[in-house]
């Protein structure tokens, strides 16, 4: 498996987290790997005729997107194939999807479904176009066009703001207070925006941030892990790894085929 990643033009860098494209030129389909939730939505725009990938067991043709909210996912991409991934941010993904969120969540759609027959329109560009360079140009221009036609929820934007600086410790009682929303008509807009409540979202925002500091330091013990990430114990700590990925953290850090 080739992976490039490209910059992101200045109108979508608050907005999109990563652009890459992913060729898998060997002479078998790679093995499984398991891709941990991490709150964000992913498109990957297929530039060849050969299949995309095969997610939990389901074998998807043409360009799809992921929402990885609160599942892990297992990928196995197929031999041939390549791809232009777009990685959004957490709740930057509804601007260009203009579908709520929720009904996304923790899915693997045909991107058909949402963007329409643009898609068979830019799979034939891209699969047309002389490099990956253009390919990923041509991606910007769609997101740059699907931009200009959304607006920005402040109230989103704020929580999630607090919420990343606060690694996902930042009660939902202070969130609501900070937009003067009541906690339901919040609870909607964070379904509507990111795919989670406001309580759901603050959880695997928690659990992500202890995957960073269980790939920083794996010389401390699962308790020092626990606190650090800001669990009340060691219980609730090794719960939410085998809610997230099926495993424990012990074999999460040591199990190579899981991606984090």
Not at 53 to 62: F, Q
Not at 82 to 95: E, L, Q, R, S, T
Not at 124 to 152: C, H, I, P, T, W
Request: charge should be neutral.
């Amino acid at each position: 498996m080739r992976i490039q990643s490209y910059d992101i033009i200045p109108a979508l860098q608050s907005y999109v987290k990563q652009i890459c494209t992913m060729e898998c030129d060997a002479d078998t389909d790679t093995s499984y790997i398991r891709v941990l939730p991490d709150a964000c939505v992913e498109l990957f725009l297929n530039y060849t005729s050969t299949p995309v990938a095969i997610i939990s067991n389901e074998l998807h043709k043409g360009s799809i997107v992921i929402s990885r909210m609160s599942r892990p996912k297992d990928v196995q991409m197929r031999k041939g194939n390549g791809v232009v991934a777009i990685c959004f941010y957490p709740g930057m993904a509804y601007k260009f999807v203009k579908i709520p969120l929720h009904t996304l969540s923790d899915t693997t759609l045909s991107l058909t479904d949402i963007w329409g027959a643009a898609v068979a329109d830019l799979e034939e560009e891209m699969a047309g176009s002389s490099s990956n360079e253009v390919r990923v140009n041509l991606a910007q221009k769609y997101l740059f066009k699907e931009l200009a036609n959304s607006k920005d929820d402040l109230h989103i934007a704020h929580c999630l703001r607090q919420v990343q600086l606060s690694g996902g410790l930042i009660p939902v009682g202070r969130l609501v207070s900070d937009t003067g929303l009541s906690q339901r008509h919040l609870s909607r807009k964070f379904q509507e925006y990111v795919g989670l409540s406001p309580k759901e979202y603050l959880r695997v925002s928690k659990f992500i941030l202890s995957l960073n500091h269980l790939k920083s330091y794996p010389m401390f013990s699962l308790t020092e892990l626990a606190y650090k990430s800001g669990y009340y114990d060691q219980a609730h700590f090794i719960r939410d790894y085998k809610d997230y990925t099926g495993y424990t953290p012990g074999q999460v850090l040591k199990d190579r085929y899981i991606l984090y």
